[in-house]
T-cell receptor, first 116, second 114 residues
Framework: AQSVTQLDSQVPVFEEAPVELRCNYS??????LFWYVQYPNQGLQLLLK??????LVESINGFEAEFNKSQTSFHLRKPSVHISDTAEYFC??????????????FGKGTHLIIQP | ETGVTQSPTHLIKTRGQQVTLRCSSQ?????VSWYQQALGQGPQFIFQYYREEENGRGNFPPRFSGLQFPNYSSELNVNALELDDSALYLC?????????????FGPGTRLTVT
């Protein structure tokens, strides 16, 4: 079974500072990786995904994540955060590109707190 | 393009009762997955439905059951409710076997069991 570890339950950063949210996953033959964001009282929104190809993936709002197979990591980064980035961030893994028959396995989440 | 919708938004039930939650998948999607998100936790996979059959299941007891209809909408049924069933229940739709592969989530149903 897959597993995901998000090492930080809460990350406070100042506005316009860089941030890294860490994610490690259990090794598997094939792995598909996702970052989802959840704003208060809302469902999950896909931020970015790694299915294959380039190990660096980017989202439209400035986030990026790098797939590192040797370290089994998929850390999320943003060079300059904004107040609107305050949310809960979930890393997820699956053995199929659409979730597979075992669905997505999520980490416990990291609460990103942006301080003015 | 219609997104994933869920009903009801909130629900309060008593321990021992039964509950049915509903999900309409995004247009063009043929697969529905259900997740349970307890407070302060990440979502946990309950099961997935494809072509009206259960396609995969997480570590949940049989009192959690589901249905998928010909229009790809889905229901999650929970019998003999327990206090620990209090959670946000998320439905996600996707296209089995064709891109885009990601799961699109609905806003969820908040279930409180008293």
């Amino acid at each position: 079974a897959q597993s995901v570890t998000q090492l930080d339950s809460q990350v406070p950063v100042f506005e316009e500072a860089p941030v890294e949210l860490r994610c490690n996953y259990s090794s598997s033959v094939s792995v598909y990786l996702f970052w989802y964001v959840q704003y208060p009282n809302q469902g999950l929104q896909l931020l970015l995904k790694y299915l294959s190809g380039s190990t660096l993936v980017e989202s439209i709002n400035g986030f990026e994540a790098e797939f590192n197979k040797s370290q089994t990591s998929f850390h999320l980064r943003k060079p300059s955060v904004h107040i609107s980035d305050t949310a809960e961030y979930f890393c997820a893994v699956s053995d199929g590109p659409g979730g597979g028959a075992d669905g997505l396995t999520f980490g416990k989440g990291t609460h990103l707190i942006i301080q003015p | 393009e219609t997104g994933v919708t869920q009903s009801p938004t909130h629900l309060i039930k008593t321990r021992g009762q039964q509950v049915t939650l509903r999900c309409s998948s995004q247009s063009g999607h043929n697969t529905v997955s259900w997740y349970q998100q307890a407070l302060g936790q990440g979502p946990q996979f309950i099961f997935q439905y494809y072509r009206e059959e259960e396609n995969g299941r997480g570590n949940f007891p049989p009192r959690f059951s589901g249905l998928q209809f010909p229009n790809y909408s889905s229901e999650l049924n929970v019998n003999a409710l327990e206090l620990d069933d209090s959670a946000l229940y998320l439905c996600a739709s996707s296209s089995q076997g064709k891109p885009p592969y990601e799961q699109y989530f609905g806003p969820g149903t908040r279930l409180t069991v008293t």
